[in-house]
């Protein structure tokens, strides 16, 4: 399994996961982008999602200008 991790508090809301990876990532009321049906950890301010495949998350994670997804083995 691979887990997926978005640092939420540093996002900036550019949208670039949801246009790349519209099946894992959406806009959160806060105008930032989080993981679809991500655990939130309210200590670490971290959306974290477990998946079988990473899908097109790679090329979100690539593809964010501030480095707040990444891919864990």
Known sequence: ??????N???CIGC???IALCP???EWDEDN???IK???FDENK???ELEVGDIECNKDAEEACP???IKISN
């Open 23 to 25: 099946k894992y990532w």
């Open 8 to 10: 939420h508090e540093e």
């Open 15 to 17: 949208g670039t996961c």
């Open 66 to 68: 501030v480095s707040v």
């Open 32 to 34: 930032k982008a989080r």
């Open 45 to 47: 301010k971290e959306y």
């Open 1 to 6: 399994m691979a887990k997926i991790i978005q």
């Open 37 to 39: 049906a991500g655990k």
